[in-house]
């Protein structure tokens, strides 16, 4: 067994993995090019049918005049708050402090664009209208991020969503949406993706997360914004000869489940509710916003991990890939569900469950 991560070991060797679409190996692209007629002509250095026809379906999907295909999110989103920047002539943008931008790509912004970030709210809430109000309006751009990852996938209300966008229109603010799990909040918003995009200037979408794609993101917006996007796509190198085999498969995966998300949704509320039964389990939110939630133990990674192998080993039931350590009392993991929670049998979750509250109740006795 692996001393990196036995959790994920062990949950690769159950017969009911319980949480996203499924393994992330080569089968994912084979699903898609077994489908597909071999003489294709594939996209060149971002043109041709296959490119474009893609682009312009999500951008009809997302509201926006045109949209871009991008390699990764990251590229993206650095792109869009550049454009923004120099529109403005205001190289400062506002965001989470918990913002991919802000914690995974190493100060990109900063070192390869000479943009500064404003933090708003702190690390454990929501940015709100109080916090945008409040905020120093000399910057170019505010992101929002739906739904906030780092903490737990929450998401403010609609209401708060439409005064932020008036407020940030009202003083000449560009809105971005990173938009990586949009599809995941539309069935708590009850609303259309276009229809939350009208709130904000520019999108990021990405296709391997909740669509579960191999790679790839859109970024969205007017015609002069894609125009830029394009050209800066090209300086950093995200114009490869060919992107097909990303695009194939956001195409394919994205039309197989943009309608699943609402079942994805309830089966989230439900899985949320058998950890809430636990001793010594609380999910945030207590009841999810979208399908993905965080799990908090008030035990250690030391103390859970064991438990969550053993039951693995013994009723063949996979929770969770990876746990993450708090402090010496506490530890936490996020979870995303998928396809592949609708085709566990209910009696063998709510068995796995009950094993797991006796044993987290007994290690909590004896403290």
């Given at each position: 067994m692996s001393s990196t991560n036995p959790l994920l070991e062990a949950y690769n060797r159950t017969a009911y993995p319980l949480i996203g679409h499924g393994k992330r190996n080569i089968q994912v692209l084979k699903d898609v090019v077994n489908?597909?007629?071999?003489?294709?002509?594939?996209?060149?250095?971002?043109?041709?049918?296959?490119?474009?026809?893609?682009?312009?379906?999500i951008a009809?999907?997302?509201?926006?005049?045109?949209?871009?295909?991008?390699?990764?999110?990251?590229?993206?989103q650095q792109i869009a708050m550049r454009i923004w920047s120099e529109k403005k002539g205001i190289k400062r943008v506002a965001y989470h402090p918990l913002s991919h931008l802000e914690i995974h790509?190493?100060?990109?912004?900063?070192y390869l664009h000479g943009i500064e970030s404003v933090l708003l709210a702190d690390k454990t809430r929501l940015i709100g209208l109080g916090d945008v109000r409040n905020m120093d309006t000399n910057i170019s751009c505010l992101l929002l991020e739906l739904p906030q990852r780092e903490i737990g996938g929450e998401l403010p209300?609609?209401?708060?969503?439409?005064?932020?966008?008036?407020?940030?229109?009202?003083?000449?603010?560009?809105?971005?949406?990173?938009?990586a799990r949009l599809l995941?909040?539309?069935p708590y918003y009850q609303k259309s993706a276009e229809q939350i995009c009208s709130l904000f200037d520019s999108v990021y979408l990405s296709f391997y997360k909740g669509v579960g794609g191999i790679a790839g993101a859109i970024l969205a917006g007017d015609d002069a914004f894609v125009k830029e996007s394009i050209i800066w796509k090209r300086r950093h190198g995200g114009d490869l000869i060919s992107l097909y085999p990303y695009i194939l498969s956001a195409d394919h995966y994205f039309s197989q489940r943009q309608d699943r998300f609402n079942q994805y949704y309830e089966n989230a509320k439900e899985l949320a509710s058998l950890y809430n039964e636990c001793h010594g389990v609380k999910t945030r939110p207590v009841i999810p916003v979208s399908n993905m939630f965080h799990i908090h133990f008030s035990l250690p990674k030391a103390k859970v991990e064991p438990v969550l192998i053993s039951v693995y080993e013994e009723t063949g039931v996979g929770l969770i890939t990876r746990l993450n350590h708090i402090d010496?009392?506490?530890s936490y993991c996020e979870v995303n569900v998928g396809d592949q929670y609708a085709d566990i049998p209910k009696e063998v979750i709510h068995n796995a469950f009950q094993i797991l509250n006796q044993r987290l109740e007994a290690i909590l006795q004896e403290k």
């Open positions: 489908e597909l007629d071999g003489n294709m002509d594939s996209d060149v250095y971002g043109t041709g049918a296959l490119i474009e026809d893609f682009q312009n379906k009809k999907f997302l509201g926006k005049e045109a949209a871009v295909f991008f390699p990764s999110g990251t590229m993206a790509e190493e100060e990109g912004l900063k209300s609609y209401e708060e969503l439409e005064a932020i966008s008036a407020f940030c229109r009202e003083k000449g603010i560009i809105l971005h949406l990173d938009g995941e909040v539309l010496d009392e506490t």
